[in-house]
């Protein structure tokens, strides 16, 4: 074994070798790879090798896009054959909403350039002879999807790895894992020690226990997943020796299982309720190819429904039950990515589908490693996207809910319960006696809208067809309450009860609680220069004054946005969105000069935020403080810290609604009196609260951007529109030279606001991701939308080719399968003076 090596990676599965296989493929030969025994003994050995591309989630979906073509052309470039079968894969519909979820996915798919069929139910029988049609309503077929031999595919990786000079120990253990002082790693094995530059962790089953060696609590347990290999059958064989195409993997969405052939029987996986998590500590020092106890009664009644489906499956005999474990995390989406806290250590933790992940996963955790910069957005898969309230009992909980939900609908409102209620601001009871339906973000409860006085969804609305996933609304939603939110891909019960919130802001006042919000304390010396060279706009200049800021990816992207304050000569307060705290922080904790000249604090859980917005803000506000809050003394985009009754609060002339209205960030155990005085003093003005989603919907009157959809690593800062928050010429800044330089290479995207024409109340506003399309082609996607309850008019949020993104132009937007004209209109279609705002 060497002494020293530029990466060392963590892993033997197919996830590990694809990461090294990518290193090599990128010129870093210098790379070792340590396996504890042989490759593929962990899950990789016993996985079915499907290849599904059908994700909703845009990071995933790329990833498994080049997946699938990389692993087409990986027995050409390596001579190890990997046993592709490029069957297709066929998911069928038996009810309405789960065609709409189909239509909605098409739309994705479509903007990934991921080719998907529409099938009719005589298409499938066509495809999928011994498969019954009855009850089926339609289906989406992927030609391009099959299955692949998992061993095969991972000798294949590392032949190609060892062939560009990587190397791989088996049967090596890596017991320990420390910094030196010259920020190096050292990498302990039972053969011997090795320093390095970077770690990556690819340890599946074992992440918990690699990740107790870095101090980190890695999100991932494994949950137990079985499947059924049946004997052959006789049609099946006889179609084999007829020389008929297999027939493709068959996936019954509403039943919970896929299907496909294996030497002439069938295998059948479900993803049943009820799934218990397995190696909750990490598996034994002596596992290996291992396996648990089958357990059929669990997975009785999708064995039923695949005999009814298939009546063949019902026929022969079972042969062998697999009941492995298969790595997840709370929300299903693997972890690739930098790990939080620590440089140059990094994830590829928690596949689900591993897989059809692993080579689209090695690949951009080699572009981050190699370049500094992955090629695609991943904040869907961004191992910070959880914090430190994601622990073992957190994770028994919701991963045990991620593997039940792997066919559930995935509705665009779904709220899972699972955890909850566990991070409260103290309005939380407040808020719920007032009707809030609550969502999560980040761990909080945060009022999505507001259900008037004893409403609940009637009998009618929460009927579902017979099938075994039939849910569209929370069976026991987390605040305890009846169900009051049914969930959908088109308009649903809510959205009148949002337009009331929407205009009671805008006519009267509303009060919001945005306690979510990541909040940071920058100060000291150099604390102005290290915020100038961090972030691309100017800082506010005078002491008392607001602005919003970018820090900007390495290649000239969006990669946080943060609301700044300056309180002080060198006193900042920055505010940025709930969800991205840990990735924020964390940027922001690597960047931080070592010199000592910068004091950085997260004081996220130490203050609430309640936001008081509409025309009569300023009147209820005026009644609590002895301070002028005249425009000419606190005007907009200022702060100032005052007295509302007997509390001290920092108040932002800012919200992000379009309004008139105020940031009081107070401190969090102050929150309940300050929300009473505010609730009593309102009630002249009628106040109300008002949720997210009326703010969601409020902000995109007002074209107002958000990271991951219109700002992200793959855009431009300046096709996002930015230009009057990116000053190019304020001095060096992080991203500035490669934004420079891309806007000399030429922009492919223009930020557009839209009107979409012919939204029906039965049908769906713009949810981000569709197609939009100019004769026929497509020349972009939309990013975000929904219905402007100021405006009266259905509105969609873009990213275009620039010469089409003139106003008046007129283009199409898919929607559930349905084109709708959609004209370029003027950013900010309310108030675009920002009249409201200032006055």
């Known amino acids: 074994m060497k002494s020293h090596a530029r990466v060392v990676v963590i892993g033997g599965g197919v996830v590990g070798v694809s990461t090294l296989y990518h290193l090599a493929k990128k010129g870093w030969n210098d790379c070792v790879l340590f396996e504890r025994r042989e490759l593929t003994s962990g899950s990789t050995w016993h996985a079915a090798g499907l290849l599904p591309l059908f994700n909703l989630s845009y990071s995933v979906g790329q990833i498994h896009k080049y997946s699938v073509a990389l692993y087409k052309s990986l027995e050409a470039e390596t001579g190890q054959p990997v046993g592709f079968a490029q069957v297709s894969n066929i998911r069928l519909a038996r009810t309405g909403d789960r065609m709409d979820e189909f239509l909605y996915y098409k739309g994705i798919a479509e903007t990934l350039g991921v080719k998907v069929n529409i099938l009719t139910p005589a298409a499938v029988k066509e495809v999928w002879p011994l498969a019954s049609i009855d ?63 970077h770690v990556v962790c690819a340890t599946g089953n074992f992440a918990r226990q690699t990740g107790r060696m870095l101090g980190l609590d890695i999100p991932v347990i494994p949950v137990e997943h079985q499947y059924v290999v049946s004997e052959p059958h006789p049609a099946i064989v006889a179609r084999r020796q007829a020389g008929l195409p297999e027939m493709g993997v068959l996936r019954e969405s509403d039943s919970s299982w896929y299907m496909r052939e294996e030497n002439g029987g069938l295998i059948l996986g479900p993803y049943e309720t009820g799934a218990p998590c397995c190696y909750v500590d990490g598996p034994s020092e002596m596992s290996e190819y291992e396996l648990f106890q089958e357990d059929l ?35 299903s989406s693997p972890i690739i990515g930098p790990a939080p806290d620590l440089k140059n250590v990094w994830l590829n933790e928690g596949h689900s589908f591993g897989i059809t992940a692993a080579g689209g996963a090695g690949w951009q955790l080699a572009e981050w490693i190699v370049e500094g910069e992955s090629s695609l957005d991943m904040l869907g898969v961004d191992p910070r996207r959880f914090g430190p309230y994601a622990g073992r009992g957190y994770l028994r909980q919701k991963n045990e809910e991620a593997y039940a939900n792997v066919f559930t609908m995935h509705y665009p409102d779904e709220e899972r319960v699972a955890a909850r209620p566990l991070k409260q601001a103290p309005c939380y009871d407040r808020m719920a006696a007032l009707g809030g339906v609550f969502g999560s973000v980040y761990g909080w409860e945060r009022p999505g809208w507001f259900a008037p006085a004893g409403y609940q969804l009637s009998a009618a609305e929460m009927a579902y067809p017979d099938v075994l996933l039939n849910h569209n609304h929370p069976a026991k939603p987390a605040d305890g309450k009846p169900p009051r939110e049914k969930w959908s891909f088109r308009r649903s ?42 972030l691309a706009n100017r800082l506010p200049a005078k002491v008392g004054r607001v602005g919003l800021c970018h820090m900007l990816s390495n290649n000239g992207g969006v990669r946080a946005e943060f609301t700044v304050y300056r309180e002080g000569v060198e006193q900042f307060y920055l505010v940025g969105p709930g969800a991205l705290e840990r990735h924020d922080w964390d940027y922001l904790l690597k960047a931080r000069p070592r010199d000592g000249s910068v004091d950085l604090r997260k004081i996220t859980s130490q203050l609430g935020v309640l936001v008081l917005a509409g025309p009569r803000s300023r009147e209820v506000l005026q009644k609590l403080t002895d301070t002028d809050l005249a425009t000419a003394k606190f005007p907009w985009l200022s702060g100032q810290t005052m007295s509302i009754g007997a509390a001290t609060v920092k108040v932002l002339r800012v919200n992000y609604v379009g ?17 009473d005085l505010l609730m009593e003093a309102g009630k002249p003005a009628g106040i109300r609260p008002y949720g997210i989603k009326a703010m969601i919907a409020l902000s995109i009157e007002k074209s107002y951007r958000l990271i991951g959809r219109e700002l992200s690593i793959e855009y431009a800062a300046l096709e996002s529109g930015l230009n009057r928050f990116v000053h190019l010429n304020k001095g060096a800044f992080v991203g500035r030279d490669a934004l420079v330089a891309w806007q000399q290479r030429g922009f492919a995207n223009r930020f557009v606001a839209l009107e979409v024409h012919g ?65 370029v209109i003027p950013e900010s279609p309310f108030d675009p003076d920002n009249t409201r705002l200032k006055a």
């Open 135 to 197: 009850g089926v309503l339609g289906a989406i077929q992927h030609p391009d999807d099959g299955y692949i031999q998992p061993a095969d595919l991972t000798q294949a990786l590392a032949k190609g790895a060892r062939a560009r000079g990587a190397e791989i120990h088996r049967h090596t253990t890596v017991t320990a894992i420390a910094q030196l002082r010259s920020g190096e790693w050292q990498v302990i094995t039972d053969k011997g020690t090795i320093t390095c530059e």
């Open 297 to 331: 009664e669990r997975i009785a009644p999708h064995i039923e429904t695949a005999i009814a489906r298939v009546p063949a499956f019902g026929e022969v005999g079972i042969k062998k039950v697999y009941n492995g474990a298969i790595c997840y995390t709370p929300d």
């Open 493 to 534: 019960n809510y959205f009148r009860f949002v337009g009331d919130e929407c205009r009671h802001v805008s006519d009267a006042v509303g009060l919001q609680d945005m306690t979510p919000f990541a909040k940071y304390e920058v100060a000291g010396r150099g604390a102005e220069a290290w915020l100038d060279g961090l």
């Open 659 to 675: 309004e008139l209205g105020y940031e009081l960030h107070h401190p969090i155990e102050m929150q309940n009196y300050i929300f």
């Open 759 to 823: 939204v029906t109340d039965d049908g769906s506003d713009v949810r981000g991701s569709e197609p939009i399309l100019h004769k026929g082609r497509m020349i972009g996607r939309a990013t975000n939308g929904g219905y402007g309850w100021r405006v009266a008019k259905s509105l969609a949020l873009g990213m275009v080719r620039p010469d089409l993104g003139e106003v008046g132009q007129e283009l199409d937007i898919t929607i559930l399968g349905k084109s709708h004209r959609a004209v």
